[in-house]
């Protein structure tokens, strides 16, 4: 039998080059590609300037305690429709149990990890103390309600609260 001999070709610093090239340039592109993946599905801020949110937060606590003096009842549906919508209505009470009339009531739905799902809802009294609107399109999941109660042009009643949309 011949016997075949085979000798390598040897290993130069233009192969070292171009593999170290190669490797950092797949490395580099790797990052980008989730730079721009992480930049573009960036939710946002909670607040846009901290700053300015420390400020109005002595208001914030003031305006709670004049909300919990109020002694309101104010209670939240939601119903989910077959079309993917959503129907909220609000019933509000004053401290006596009496419906209250000629609030201006204002509802959002906010996606906790995406503000840019967040959905408004406009809501129109019906009825005595009975305010409702509705959100054509809103997913499946969770979703903080936040409802607000203005009477002449100030605020009067500010509520969070997680719901669960089938």
């Given at each position: ?50 700053y300015s949110a420390s400020l109005a937060y002595e208001g914030e606590i003031a305006a ?91 605020r009067m009643f500010l509520s969070k609260n ?5």
């Amino acid at each position: 039998m011949d016997r075949v001999s085979y000798t390598p070709k040897p290993f130069t610093g233009r192969t070292v080059l171009f593999l170290l090239v190669a490797f950092f340039g797949v490395v580099i592109g790797v990052n980008l590609v989730m730079m721009k993946f992480a930049i573009q599905t960036l939710p946002g801020t909670e607040v846009d300037s901290a700053y300015s949110a420390s400020l109005a937060y002595e208001g914030e606590i003031a305006a709670a305690h004049d909300q919990n003096a109020r002694k309101w009842q104010v209670d939240a549906h939601v119903q989910r429709g077959p079309d993917g919508g959503a129907t909220l209505q609000v019933e509000a009470r004053d401290n006596n149990g009496r419906p209250m009339s000629g609030l201006k009531f204002q509802g959002r739905f906010e996606r906790p990890t995406d503000r840019r799902a967040d959905q408004a809802v406009t809501l129109a009294e019906t009825g005595i103390g009975i305010y409702r609107g509705s959100a054509p399109l809103i997913a499946p999941g969770q979703w903080d309600l936040v409802l607000q109660g203005d009477a002449a042009g100030r605020r009067m009643f500010l509520s969070k609260n997680r719901v669960l949309l089938n």
